[in-house]
Structures are given as structure tokens and as C-alpha cells.
T-cell receptor, first 114, second 116 residues
Framework: GNSVTQMEGPVTLSEEAFLTINCTYT??????LFWYVQYPGEGLQLLLK?????DKGSNKGFEATYRKETTSFHLEKGSVQVSDSAVYFC?????????????FGKGTMLLVSP | NAGVMQNPRHLVRRRGQEARLRCSPM?????VYWYRQLPEEGLKFMVY????????ESGMPKERFSAEFPKEGPSILRIQQVVRGDSAAYFC??????????????FGPGTRLTVL
């Protein structure tokens, strides 16, 4: 079956530090890959996505590249801000009969201090 | 345009009681997904509904759980005779059409169910 594994948190960084959150996946077929972010007390928001191998998703300074050879989709940001503190979820889509359900990793909490 | 609404945000039930979780999709969205997040785990798909139809309930426990999305009103996830293992965060997502790589699912803030 499909699964997503992401690094455990919390990840604690100082402002302006470089961020990497690792994500690897197992899937049948050719899934699309996503990063969602959840700020305290809010729902999940789509941060970025990539729909095929070698695609790079980017948004708000965050980037992730779909690496089929290593089955990875690591999230990176060059300089984090305090406002980036949140829980980040890696996910893949599982196309079935014309629609997709999402398979999520356990989430990684990021804490950024001033 | 209001986002996906879920209520209540927090729900406490005693073992054996019923829990009803409500989800109002974004305006214009007719597709609803329910996910459950158990402690220390990621979100797991439960059920996918369109108006008046259950499309896929492969992630739903076979007993005590049911879901509906009537023609009028919110989608309801119903858990009968709750047990402590049902304690979790339940998230609803909606999309305007078939949720695929190109049709984003928009998530609500979740309902946190605690069973005493």
C-alpha cells in the first residue's frame, strides 16, 4: 500500500536558518506529492505540490523536488521566519477511479525562535 | 468566501455515547472528504462523499461509524457508542469537483473528540 514517512520533530531553528524536512514515500503507480502546513488552531493549507518526476513545487520561499529515483520530496527553505512555526505534513495522492484521496505522513513540527 | 467550517471544534463524550461531527464545505463545493488523525499519527482517509452519495468509504471502520452529505445542510460524521480509541482529531476537506492532482482539497480546522 501507499505510505509516507517524514522526519520526526520538533525541528527547532533560529530565525534565518536553513530548513530541511525529509519526506520519503512508497506508492504504486505515479502519485502526486504535496506539502501541507497547519498553523496552530487552523486547518491544513496546501503549501506546494508536484505532479510528476523532477517537478519542483515552490511557494512562499519553500521548495520541494519530486525525486522518483530516491522516492523523496524533501521540503527546504533558505531562511526561516518565526511565522513559519507550524506543523508540516507531506502527502501523496492516490488516484483511484478518477478521484484522489490523500495519504499523509505523521507531520513535523517546526519551531523557529527569534 | 468562508473556508470549510467544522463544528464543534472540541467535543467530549463518555464511553457509549454518540458523537456527531459536522462539516460545511466551501461555497460551491459538492465533494467532501473525512480524515482522522490519531495521536502520534498522520491523517488517514475515512470516507468520500458527494451530495446524497457515498463514493468511497474504504477507510471507515465497519461498525459504529457512518457518514452522510444530504442535499441540504452539512456533512455529518456520526460515531455511535464511542470508545476511548475513537479519541482523535477529525478533519473534513472539500473540493469543487473531483479531487485529483489539479483540484485541491481545502481543509477545515478539525474537531477534536475526547472520549472519557
Amino acid at each position: 500500500g501507499n505510505s509516507v514517512t517524514q522526519m520526526e520533530g520538533p525541528v527547532t531553528l533560529s530565525e534565518e536558518a536553513f530548513l530541511t524536512i525529509n519526506c520519503t514515500y512508497t506508492a504504486t503507480g505515479y502519485p502526486s506529492l504535496f506539502w501541507y502546513v497547519q498553523y496552530p488552531g487552523e486547518g491544513l493549507q496546501l503549501l506546494l505540490k508536484a505532479t510528476k518526476a523532477d517537478d519542483k513545487g515552490s511557494n512562499k520561499g519553500f521548495e520541494a523536488t519530486y525525486r522518483k529515483e530516491t522516492t523523496s520530496f524533501h521540503l527546504e527553505k533558505g531562511s526561516v521566519q518565526v511565522s513559519d512555526s507550524a506543523v508540516y505534513f507531506c502527502a501523496l495522492s492516490d488516484p483511484r477511479s478518477g478521484y484522489s484521496t490523500l495519504t499523509f505522513g505523521k507531520g513535523t513540527m517546526l519551531l523557529v525562535s527569534p | 468566501n468562508a473556508g470549510v467550517m467544522q463544528n464543534p471544534r472540541h467535543l467530549v463524550r463518555r464511553r457509549g455515547q454518540e458523537a456527531r461531527l459536522r462539516c460545511s464545505p466551501m461555497k460551491g463545493h459538492s465533494h467532501v472528504y473525512w480524515y482522522r488523525q490519531l495521536p502520534e499519527e498522520g491523517l488517514k482517509f475515512m470516507v468520500y462523499l458527494q451530495k446524497e452519495n457515498i463514493i468511497d468509504e474504504s477507510g471507515m471502520p465497519k461498525e459504529r461509524f457512518s457518514a452522510e452529505f444530504p442535499k441540504e445542510g452539512p456533512s455529518i460524521l456520526r460515531i455511535q457508542q464511542v470508545v476511548r480509541g475513537d479519541s482523535a482529531a477529525y478533519f473534513c476537506a472539500s473540493s469543487p469537483g473531483l479531487a485529483d492532482s489539479y483540484n485541491e482539497q481545502f481543509f477545515g480546522p478539525g474537531t477534536r473528540l475526547t472520549v472519557l
